[in-house]
């Protein structure tokens, strides 16, 4: 069933996360563009710049592709909105695509038709994450455009082939597939025991904010490491070449299988858009 309450909520959320960046996203552009000695790459940080307030000034999304739309939910066990949490996001994309407007972007895989709303087998996607005791649901939206989601893969590599794999396997995604994605980049890792779990992994990894360090030191040494090597490849803003190409580049993990290394690369554009809120029991925004 759709609560409306809860509904209103979401459709706020995919708004917000629409219409500007995240404060994260900002800030690391800023301070990249404030470094960049390039004339060119400089011109288009400011064109980059000149888009975000233009979206805030009309009131509409920060890029046209407005992406494929994912929900990621954090709800508690007591949470009196389990049941209804699903038809009301449904119920708010449909209205949102509408309202906002957002481009539709759900093509049925075998009819091949677009469905026009944004609502399809499958979309919005929608992962679940139950937090014993708690009554309130956490829902953060991510708006996957279709030039960084062409850079995403998962591959499960020999454990033989260790952190040097890792690296050249990410590396290769990025500087084969970077320049579709409107860099400067958000490079999400993900590393587990088999592909879906390193490719979910590397999209929560995108989903972490720009800044933000991996609580495990070698973890966070490799996730330095690869910054300052993927920043040396010069593929620079909107591909154009520069100073620096990635905003950083974080590592979510899960123990591997001794028999197999996966590893799962999702990359966030420039136009990062994600947004998080907590929602009470009763339906109200905290
Ligand atoms: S990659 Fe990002 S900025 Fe580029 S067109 Fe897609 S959504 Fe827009």
């Known amino acids: 069933m759709i609560d409306i309450k809860l509904a209103d909520e979401i459709y706020k959320l995919i708004y917000e996360a629409s219409v500007a960046l995240p404060d994260d996203v900002y800030d690391a552009l800023a301070g990249m563009s404030a470094r960049e000695d390039k004339p060119l790459a400089r011109e288009l940080y400011g064109c980059i710049f000149d888009n975000v307030k233009k979206a805030a000034l009309l009131d509409r999304p920060i890029c046209q592709d407005t992406g494929s739309l994912q929900f990621f939910l954090k709800a508690g066990s007591k949470c009196p909105l389990l049941g209804d949490a699903e038809d009301s996001i449904k119920h708010a994309v449909i209205a949102a695509t509408r309202g906002i407007p957002l481009r539709p972007n759900a093509v049925d895989s075998f009819a091949e038709r677009n469905t026009g709303n944004n609502v399809g087998e499958g979309a919005p996607f929608i992962e679940w994450e139950i937090i014993p005791g708690r009554d309130d649901l956490e829902v953060t939206v991510y708006m996957a455009g279709g030039g960084c989601s062409l850079v995403g893969r998962s591959k499960v590599l020999m454990p033989l082939e260790g952190y040097e794999g890792i690296v050249k396997f990410v590396f290769d995604a990025v500087v084969e597939w970077g320049v579709n994605a409107c860099p400067p980049l958000i490079v999400g890792v993900g590393i587990g025991a088999c592909a879906p779990t390193a490719a979910m992994l590397s999209k929560k990894a995108v989903l972490r904010p720009v800044g933000s360090k991996n609580a ?11 910054k300052r090597g993927l920043n040396s490849v010069g593929i620079g803003p909107l591909g154009m070449s520069g100073k620096e190409s990635v905003q950083c580049v974080n590592i979510e993990y899960a123990a591997h299988h001794p028999a197999t290394l996966a590893v799962g690369v999702s990359v966030g554009c ?5 947004k998080t809120v907590v929602i009470k029991a009763d339906g109200g925004r905290l």
Not at 220 to 226: F, L, N, S, V, Y
């Open 216 to 226: 495990n030191r070698r973890a966070r040494e490799m996730e330095e490491h690869m």
């Open 270 to 274: 420039w136009a990062t858009r994600r």
